[in-house]
């Protein structure tokens, strides 16, 4: 797994920080990466259920038409890499400093992904990346991905929010009566969260339909129509 090779991820990215890319010279690694265009030419794949226009949002298809039979796989690859991000200072300033030349990146995560045991199609979407200038945009595109994977799979996040913690039984109620709300074959990924200031009730999220039961919300509502001129 990809967070197994953070111990060994050091001295490489470490010494990379400050090299300049001025009189840079394309290594045969990534002389060899494919452009963008013979990326997405490669993705033969069907296109994700969700749509996202953005720079970030095709190149995330791009990715995802390239995974084929191995989306699972792929899918482990790219939050492996946010993991990373996460957790490791100097591999995200291997992904976001701007001042590390192209051919230094490339070595670096290609050892990285090696150790990790990472797709061959991980590999040629990062050497994409570093040779458009778009390596940066690393985190935003695996949150994308992780959207277009979640709608492949029929997993629909179910965000609830109460003023206090809610018992085992509870939360069994209310991931029952969200069941039945959601789309026929998704399966609800749960998430429980306490806020007191909304001071009573539920406020759930749930894909991106918003259910705001909350006592302050209806007191917000109660006061708005106390508000309104009597005719």
Known sequence: ??????????????????????????????VAAPSARRFAAAAVGPKPKHEDGTLQGRYATALFMASGG????????????????????????????PG?????KV???????KKAGADGAVVNFLKV??????????????????????AEKGLVPCKVTSAAALSSKEQGEV??????????????????????????????????AVFDNSVATRLERLQTQLLVPLN
């Open 100 to 104: 590390i030349d192209p051919e230094s």
């Open 1 to 30: 797994m990809m967070r197994a090779v953070l111990r060994t991820l050091p001295v490489a990215a470490r010494s990379l920080r400050a090299q300049p890319s001025a009189a840079f010279r394309p290594s045969a690694a990534l």
């Open 70 to 97: 191995k989306l699972d796989k792929v899918y482990g690859d790219m939050a492996g890499l946010s993991a990373m991000m996460q957790e490791s200072k100097d591999f995200k300033l291997l992904v976001e400093t």
């Open 107 to 113: 070595a670096a995560l290609e050892s990285i992904c």
């Open 129 to 150: 990346l570093v040779e458009n200038k778009r390596i940066h945009m690393l985190q935003r595109i695996v949150d994308l991905f992780e959207v277009f994977y979640r």
């Open 175 to 208: 991931k029952k009566a969200m069941e039945k709300r959601a789309e026929k074959g998704s399966t609800l990924i749960m998430e429980f969260s306490t806020n007191p200031a909304i001071l009573g009730g539920l406020v759930v999220k749930m894909g991106e």
